[in-house]
T-cell receptor
């Protein structure tokens, strides 16, 4: 079954804690993306990666970090520096770069305790 | 600042009627245009992509693109209650920019 998986579905963060959201794809896509969606808002790009061991900041990268050690995996860490982390986080992938249609995983909803 | 604008809605349409969703974009250099459907609490799902001026039909869905006027629209024929969702317009130039979406409500 090809696709994009994200885990967990819900994640709770305590004050001052770093948390990591998982994103895995078996579509053999080169490019992967992380977006944040707030209620009534569009998708905002956090980070993207076009190739293994390389990634670029998106529009709202502050307070977040990523890694791309494997083609299939693009985890996102929400650090304690992100003061307003409550949102719906969406991972996407595309065959190459922004030049291709993006397909989304099911999302992770992050809540602050 | 490149922008993609959509009416937030809600747009209410009777079941069986045609739903018309509109989107305008600011960058004349935009090359590709996409419509995604997003059910509440779920991730966006690609419905249509369109790259050249004119109409593109896929089942009950028709995407229309007018690059001169910088707008793209989505028509849904024979609207069903299952079409009730938020529809996101996305425009690609050097990267993809998403609109905030239009909430569509199909009235049974």
């Amino acid at each position: 079954d090809g696709g994009i998986t994200q885990s967990p579905k819900y994640l709770f963060r305590k004050e001052g804690q770093n948390v990591t959201l998982s994103c895995e794809q078996n579509l053999n896509h080169d490019a992967m993306y992380w977006y944040r969606q707030d209620p009534g808002q569009g998708l905002r790009l956090i980070y993207y990666s076009q190739i293994v061991n390389d990634f670029q900041k998106g529009d709202i990268a502050e307070g977040y970090s990523v890694s791309r050690e494997k083609k299939e995996s693009f985890p996102l860490t929400v650090t304690s520096a992100q003061k307003n982390p409550t949102a719906f986080y969406l991972c996407a992938s595309s065959p190459r770069t922004h030049q291709e249609t993006q397909y989304f995983g099911p999302g992770t909803r992050l809540l602050v305790l | 600042q490149k922008e993609v604008e959509q009416n937030s809605g809600p747009l209410s349409v009777p079941e069986g009627a045609i739903a018309s969703l509109n989107c305008t974009y600011s960058d004349r250099g935009s090359q590709s245009f996409f419509w995604y459907r997003q059910y509440s609490g779920k991730s966006p799902e690609l419905i249509m992509s369109i790259y050249s001026n004119g109409d593109k039909e896929d089942g009950r869905f028709t995407a229309q693109l007018n690059k001169a006027s910088q707008y793209v629209s989505l028509l849904i024929r024979d609207s069903q209650p299952s079409d009730s969702a938020t529809y996101l317009c996305a425009v690609r130039d050097d990267k993809i920019i998403f609109g905030k979406g239009t909430r569509l409500h199909i009235l049974p």
